[in-house]
C-alpha cells in the first residue's frame, strides 16, 4: 500500500512501479490538485508499505 502528502494532502497515484531504463529504480507519478496552485513551497511526502521516503520541497507557482 501506498500514500502521498503533498503540502498537506492526499494525493492521487498514477503510476508506482519499475523505471525500465535503470535496474533497481522504481518511480512514482501523482496527480496534483489544481488547488495546490500559488501555494509556493510544499513538502511532498511518500509512504511504501509503512516506510516512509525522504521528503522533497517543490516550488508552485
Known sequence: MASVDVGGQSAEILYLGAQGDFTGLD????????????????NIKCMVDGSASNSVSIRIK
Open 27 to 42: 518511480q512514482l507519478n501523482i496527480r496534483l490538485d489544481r488547488n495546490l496552485r500559488g501555494r509556493g513551497d510544499i
